[in-house]
T-cell receptor
Framework: NAGVTQTPKFRVLKTGQSMTLLCAQD?????MYWYRQDPGMGLRLIHY???????AKGEVPDGYNVSRLKKQNFLLGLESAAPSQTSVYFC????????????FGEGSRLTVL | AQRVTQPEKLLSVFKGAPVELKCNYS??????LFWYVQYSRQRLQLLLR??SRESIKGFTADLNKGETSFHLKKPFAQEEDSAMYYC????????????FGQGTRLTINP
């Protein structure tokens, strides 16, 4: 049982390049989330989704876009990467009925030069 | 607005000593509080939640609404407790997201 899988796990980009992070979960969870983890800042919510076809902004959404075309997948896109987006990105999922326990992926380390 | 503050970025204690990781929150309604832990090379995972009133791996946390705190405690630290700890908050009744604190890196010295 894979749980939450993120790809890629590592990526180096140049400023201005675009990329997409893929999150897949096999637990049939309704809720999915993208967080970024930065030293001294903790985990900050970028975007989230409470169901297929729905997305909502979190605390730090600027510079990112997301899509939830299929229930099991949640994509995070960077259209024009900036050095400030260098971070570790975590995807998480949760069953419906009010968030209780988040199930996290292993993280994706992104460096923007 | 929801806010979680963990005042200590780093905390170092000796094995066998008591541990307390501080967490304060700001929320206008009735909160639900959680502690998440990330051990080296492992995924972030739920450690405990206040509503369960349980002890996990010897850790306990009590919600103090008067002081708006949810400190994590363990009477005798073990080396395997070394990890990154995050306090998190959600509103009750169908809340859709968790807000995390800045995290505290706990190091247990032998």
């Amino acid at each position: 049982n894979a749980g939450v899988t993120q790809t890629p796990k590592f990526r180096v980009l140049k400023t201005g390049q675009s990329m997409t992070l893929l999150c897949a979960q096999d637990m049939n969870h309704e809720y999915m989330y993208w967080y970024r983890q930065d030293p001294g800042m903790g985990l900050r919510l970028i975007h989230y989704s409470v169901g297929e076809g729905t997305t909502a902004k979190g605390e730090v959404p600027d510079g990112y876009n997301v899509s939830r075309l299929k229930k099991q997948n949640f994509l995070l896109g960077l259209e024009s990467a900036a050095p400030s987006q260098t971070s570790v990105y975590f995807c998480a999922s949760s069953p419906p009925g009010g968030v209780r326990e988040l199930f996290f992926g292993e993280g994706s380390r992104l460096t923007v030069l | 607005a929801q806010r979680v503050t963990q005042p200590e970025k780093l905390l170092s204690v000796f094995k066998g000593a008591p541990v307390e990781l501080k967490c304060n929150y700001s929320y206008s309604g009735s909160p639900e509080l959680f502690w998440y832990v990330q051990y080296s090379r492992q995924r972030l995972q739920l450690l405990l939640r206040h509503i369960s009133r349980e002890s996990i791996k010897g850790f306990t946390a009590d919600l103090n609404k008067g002081e708006t705190s949810f400190h994590l405690k363990k009477p005798f630290a073990q080396e395997e407790d070394s990890a990154m700890y995050y306090c998190a908050l959600s509103g009750l009744q169908g809340a859709q997201k968790l807000v995390f604190g800045q995290g505290t890196r706990l190091t247990i010295n032998p």
